[in-house]
């Protein structure tokens, strides 16, 4: 079956990166919000200083706004999960029936914002959020433990919203991951990252590996403040 609409759960930076490149490579794309009508009403910029979401519409015609389960229900293969981290589990399992034998492409981190540290890490943004789950855990593991029927692949992860559909915007032959435990979805999201722009694609193996690529996030972090805002990046694997 070619995939013709996809669904992208979330209404963030990186949400509107995926829906406006998806829509312009010719997708039917779908994207879900907690309230479409909330979201619409909305006239401020969200947290992030991202426009209301109703000027990105009205720029990106053509996008679709639903609940997270029309969404869902409207893509015929893949959902690209963009909710915040610490909510992303109890927002999907919320939605498994219009998941179910989906592939889910997860680029969450599960940040955990405020929490009491006893090491807290100061940045020029305030203090880094923690990461829970960590180490022993992810939470595209979480994910996939909570909707055993849909077919999680951890991705996009390791890369900021403007050069994940763009790699060719900081040089282009930089390394995307991607970890899961079902090879046609790991070969159906490798198709899609290829439409992106990826030419180097590294599998990392099954999703446990998502432990890896999250708590990369950190790094991702430090490194961002060293070279400052506005500097895009991204990492080589030299082999
Ligand atoms: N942006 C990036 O460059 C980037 C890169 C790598 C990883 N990430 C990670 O990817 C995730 C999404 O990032 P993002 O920047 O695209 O968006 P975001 O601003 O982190 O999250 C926005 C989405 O989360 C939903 N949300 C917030 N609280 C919720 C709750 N209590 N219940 C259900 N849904 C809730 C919002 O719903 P509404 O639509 O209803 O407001 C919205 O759709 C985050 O974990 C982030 O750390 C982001």
């Not at 998941?99 to 006893?118: C, H, N, Q, R, S």
């Amino acid at each position: 079956m070619k995939t013709t609409k996809i669904a992208v759960l979330g209404t963030g930076g990186g949400g509107r990166a995926h829906a406006a490149k998806l829509a312009a490579l010719g997708y039917e794309v779908h994207v879900g919000t907690r309230d479409p009508e909330a979201t619409l009403a909305r006239t401020e910029p969200d947290m992030m200083g991202n426009p209301p979401y109703k000027q990105f519409l009205a720029e990106h015609p053509g996008i679709h706004l639903h609940t997270f389960a029309d969404a869902a229900a409207a893509a015929d293969e893949i959902v690209i999960n963009g909710i915040d981290g610490h909510n992303a589990v109890t927002a999907l399992t919320a939605i498994a029936a219009q998941l179910a034998g989906k592939t889910l492409i997860d680029y969450a981190v599960p940040y955990l914002y405020g929490a009491e540290m006893e090491h807290p890490w100061p940045t020029p943004f305030g203090t880094m959020p923690k990461l829970d789950p960590c180490d022993t855990d992810s939470l595209a593991e979480q994910i996939q433990r909570a909707l055993p029927n849909v077919k999680v692949v951890k991705s996009f992860v390791t890369q900021e919203q403007d050069t994940v559909v763009n790699p060719r915007a900081i040089g282009g032959d930089h390394t995307m991951f991607l970890a899961g435990n079902d090879t046609e979805a790991k070969k159906t999201v490798t198709d899609l990252l290829t439409s992106y722009g990826w030419t180097d694609i590294l599998d990392l193996g099954p999703l446990v590996a998502a432990r890896g690529m999250e708590m990369y996030a950190h790094m991702h972090g430090a490194i961002g403040m060293a070279l400052g805002i506005g500097n895009h990046f991204g990492v080589k694997i030299v082999r």
